[in-house]
């Protein structure tokens, strides 16, 4: 089995923030903020966030937000609440947070709570449980979760609970691993997890390690490195993650490294991006995979930063 | 980027690709000028058309739209209306065809439908060539249940739907799992054909295993299938499992350093030189509404209204487990009298599961006090002796008091009809014959079993399987090393299960301690050392243990354990503990004083996997007590001691041991006597 190579994603990191003419560059134009999310966590974890100007990255971020308090996924681009948590994600992670106004970026996630405890994520009413887990690490974040309705937003999430523990966008929704992530996540940072069957969901995510070690996101779909996120971390909130082969799993993302020019993919020997470079890395990351920083499994943030934001005065 | 492989553009590829990207970056900044002017003519229209046709993903060309078409409709007439959004259903249309997991394109179509200005008919034809093309798109099937909603097509055309699909091809997760969805509903209305659960099961029974017979490795139809046996056994009305005291049992209290015990009861209990006594009610599920009025306690010697607490590490309302202390200070008991208590739950309404079902078989226990010697403080200078945990220091019992306290304390299961068991062991004989040899066969056979056990009328047949699901579990750890632990802890719970279910099993494990000086009473300790547990269960039937040996097993976590009110002395040294998180939920132990942690693994993970399940300002679950920690905690970091500081903070321990862990360094040592002003002995050393 090979090593990380984490000199070289740094390396990959760093190009494709230089890259920005190249087709897949313009193609996700519209979603830089989760681009900036994805890549500046990752740089973190392997300790190399000090490699970037802090106050470029600020300035571009306090740039795409609009006067409802949201930020939009690039400069010109709408607001959203899903890069509304990005921006908030980044500016954690330089210890920035205090270059925001915290209310109206507040009133901005309240203002998007449906009656039924849902929230859309922007004002054209898409309802989907993302967007609570967004919406109620976003406020966490900024020490405001007392502004919405914890109640309803936990009882809305329930309602999505399926027959084999998972969770869907909205109620009736098949369970997907990623959507899973976002219900335990938005139910941990609740304290709300003794609703969750444990045992039952516990056993439907590790089912998802398929032979080659990788996980899939479904039932009988394909192993994908963003798996070793969104279910890993789930497994980890709800202390089942000794269920599966964390050696297999280890081995799986590191076969799905580019060694030579860096960069992970979402399987071995497929074209690699920032995306699944962040997922792979966050995923040793929880895998306690030497010489990485710890990463919180329910804000996606390293250790340090979440415990600077709620263990200091 | 997903299924690309990786390779090395062409020369030329590379120029196509970078004549597109200029292309489309042009299309984008010139559709980002329209949306900024609020430009809505046809020409910029156009542009956006045809940016979202080429990149559906780009949402802020959605929104362009529906402002687009706000702005146009205040200047349509009533012809043009439904044309108008006509151009936007096509639009969507092709967008998917570009990409069909395009979440802003779905919503779009949403959007518009819900508007009310077009047809719907065409809805079903687009989505059946969509589920044709990926039988398992989330995003279709999403789509199919709003579009379903908004026709008013039945449940029922729905399920026979789900049956087609399934019957093309078994092997569609999303069939099944919408197929359990609808069922659901139609069982939970009753619905005309569904009111015979029975009979609707054994169908689904009879579905699911051709699916799973046909390949018993592809996982479609394994979890439909848990949850069938789900829907056969459980209950959904909340019962009462299990309490402390039990019916007819008698509590003698006695004060500091007093007399041994004689024989060994488990139906009655000796408590010493404690203040307060716990009232423990265990039920099948999470329960809410427990409070004065639902539940009544009856006693010449209660003064006072009594609050009543869920035993949860959550800050919720609802919880399997509800304590209320009794406060004995303040009651006036006198020597040698015995006083009768007596509890009636569920009488009146208001006892609630999470799933909105009310309680459902109001019972009544009734228990005896009785005080020994008078409650006296213990005196200065004279502490309890170090707890040791050496086999020389125990003696086996030999006999117990009464027989048969499990079952006559068993609160279970009123009555099951006939059809529950006919249904699980129709099953378990198919499994055996055909599909004993595999992975699938084998966990469901094990769990076909525990539910058939499980459903036993007679208490003394509840355990009548053990012996062959232990070995099934056993086999599979084997046979499936990828997920050894999952059997590993079916295992643990099993096993826990046939240890505590019977005074005869449970006989073995129960010790006196010797006390070296013999001055303190003597304990009774249930030791569970040395039997490769790897997680705790069978709570409910140890909430009498005061002394618990869980050394030397392979735990990871102590879960449930917060409701052994009892527990006063508790050794979980050479586990597999990894933090401090793990150590939860004794912080509802009240009554715990020796406790011993020595060689875990607090300290050696990067990872904490309970971090979300021990309540904590990270869950909002906690109020950090900031002032306190900063006088304690002096220079060192909160980060660093915060969850050491979140578990001792609210203990009163005498005695800890916590050698042989990463995290016992000297600093950590000074900190957790400060943490602790009661301790007395910290790893076997007098303090």
Redesign the interface.
Known sequence: MGELVADKHVRYILSVEKKK???????????RMNGAYWGLTALDIMGKLDTVDTNEVVSWIMSCQHESGGF??NV???P?ILYTLSAVQVLALFNKLDVVDVDKVTNYIVSLQNEDGSFSG?I???V?TRFSYIAICCV?ILHR?DRIN?EKAVKYI?SCK???GGF???P?????AGQIFCCVGAL????????IDKD?L???L??R?VKSGGLNG????LP?VCYSWWVLSSL??????????KE?LIKFILDCQ?TEKGGI???P?????V??TYFGVAGL????YPGLK?I???YALP??V???I???? | ???????PLKEEDESV??A???K??LL?SQF?AN??NRIYSKEALDLSAKLLEN?P????A??YR?LAVQHNLSQSDSDSVASLFDQELKLVENALRKNFKS?GAW?HR??VLSKGHSSIDHEMRLLNGFQKADP?N?HA??YR?FVTDLMKRSDEDELKYTEEVIGENF?N??AW??R??IL?NLLKRKAEGFSHKEKVLQEEYEHVRNAIFTDPD???G???H??LIDQTVKNDAPLLVSSWPSRGSTITLNGHGNNRLHGLSLLNSTLSGTTTLPIILYFNQ?VEGINSSTVAVKSEILKEDLVWKPL?????S??QVWVVYLKLGNMELQLSKTYSIEITIGYSAGIVS?NGYHYGYPSQIAFELCVQTAHTEPVEGQYPKLTSWKDSDFQKVDHFEESNFVASTDHHIPTTSNWCREAIDEEITNYQDLLSDCKIGKLTLARLLTALDLLSPEHDKRKKHTEEILKLYTELMKLD???S??YK?EHSLVLLQQITSSEESLLPHCHYYKDATETNTSYVCLRLQNLLLSRMGSIKNLLWVQMLDLSHNEL??I?GLEAMQLLSCLNLSHNKLGSFTALGPLRSLKSLKVLNISHNELGS???D?????C?S?????EV?A?DRF?ILCGSYS??KF?EAFLIFESLNLTDLNITGNAVADENFTSFIVKVLPTLKYLNDEEL
């Not at chain 1, 003419?21 to 979603?31: N, P, T, W």
């Not at chain 1, 479904?218 to 779909?221: C, D, T, V």
């Not at chain 2, 993903?57 to 802020?60: G, P």
């Open positions: 003419d190249s087709f897949e560059s313009v193609v996700m134009e519209h979603l939009g996924g010109g681009h709408d959203h922007d054209w009413g898409e989907d966490s979760l914890v329930i399926n027959m084999d869907g966008c909205t009736g929704g098949e369970s997907h941990a940072i609740t304290g709300s997890l003794d609703l039952l516990g056993w439907w590790c089912e390690q479904r039932p009988e779909k994908d980890i909130m709800i202390d089942r993650v000794h269920w599966i082969s297999k580019d993919s979402d399987r020997d497929d074209a690699v991006d995306f699944h990351s929880l895998l306690e710890p919180d499994p329910a250790v340090d979440v415990d600077q709620f263990f200091s005065k | 980027m997903h299924g690309r492989p990786r390779k690709l970078s597109k990207a200029e489309l970056r984008q980002l949306h900024q990149n993903e780009c949402y802020t959605w929104n529906k979440y919503h949403k959007w398992r989330f099937w999403n249940r092997s997760y999303s799992h919408n359990s969805a659901s592809d996982q479609s394994w979890f439909y848990l949850w999470a949860s590490v959550n800050n919720s609802t919880a999470s090393p990828t997920h632990l999952y802890d990871r976590s879960e993970h990067s990872i996997t309970r971090r979300y399940l309540s300002p990270l869950a909002h679950t950090f900031w900063e909160a980060t915060w």
